[in-house]
T-cell receptor, first 110, second 112 residues
Framework: GENVEQHPSTLSVQEGDSAVIKCTYS??????FPWYKQELGKRPQLIID?????GEKKDQRIAVTLNKTAKHFSLHITETQPEDSAVYFC?????????FGDGTTLTVKP | DTAVSQTPKYLVTQMGNDKSIKCEQN?????MYWYKQDSKKFLKIMFS???????INETVPNRFSPKSPDKAHLNLHINSLELGDSAVYFC???????????FGQGTRLTVV
């Protein structure tokens, strides 16, 4: 089955700095890669996603890159703000199933 | 106008009891899921249903039984609750494979 590894498990940055979270996956059949943000005590919510036929996608301060050959994808957050502090999950999805990474706790210090 | 709603939000119960968590989505999605998030925040899929049919059953003890009476509902019944069942359970739905999953607000289950 699919195995998704996510690094780092914790990340602390100063406000205004960039943050990068990386994930690798094992199943070459995975074709959809969403990223979720989960604030404390709340539900995971999609912040950006990318499909296997695209190499990069950007939405304001967040961007995701995908390297299908190497089977890894990354989340980039620029100009971080304290409200970006949360747990971020990557996921790799194949038919009918999403496998989630173990999450990255991002702390943005003011 | 909640898209995916679960009840109850909190559930405290004793070991050995049987309990149910209900989930409803009003998005018209075909696919629904149950996820378990443990104390370390790991998010693991338990079940996936497509059009009321069980598609994914991820090595979950058979004390856990999902039921989908219709496309908009996916309930989770748990028999003989154990301490290790304590977690937050999230229901989710998506329009189809390979699309965004919308999560419910979660049910925090505490077994004492």
């Amino acid at each position: 089955g699919e195995n998704v590894e996510q690094h780092p498990s914790t990340l602390s940055v100063q406000e205004g700095d960039s943050a990068v979270i990386k994930c690798t996956y094992s199943d070459s059949a995975s074709n959809y890669f969403p990223w979720y943000k989960q604030e404390l005590g709340k539900r995971p919510q999609l912040i950006i996603d990318i499909r296997s036929n695209v190499g990069e996608k950007k939405d304001q301060r967040i961007a995701v890159t995908l390297n299908k050959t190497a089977k890894h994808f990354s989340l980039h957050i620029t100009e971080t703000q304290p409200e970006d502090s949360a747990v971020y999950f990557c996921a790799a999805r194949t038919t009918g199933k999403s496998t989630f990474g173990d999450g990255t706790t991002l702390t943005v210090k003011p | 106008d909640t898209a995916v709603s679960q009840t109850p939000k909190y559930l405290v119960t004793q070991m050995g009891n049987d309990k149910s968590i209900k989930c409803e989505q009003n998005l018209g999605h075909d696919t629904m899921y149950w996820y378990k998030q443990d104390s370390k925040k790991f998010l693991k899929i338990m079940f996936s249903y497509n059009n009321k049919e069980l598609i994914i059953n991820e090595t979950v003890p058979n004390r856990f039984s999902p039921k989908s009476p219709d496309k908009a509902h996916l309930n989770l019944h748990i028999n003989s609750l154990e301490l290790g069942d304590s977690a937050v359970y999230f229901c989710a739905s998506s329009q189809a494979w390979g699309t965004e999953a919308f999560f419910g607000q979660g049910t925090r289950l505490t077994v004492v």
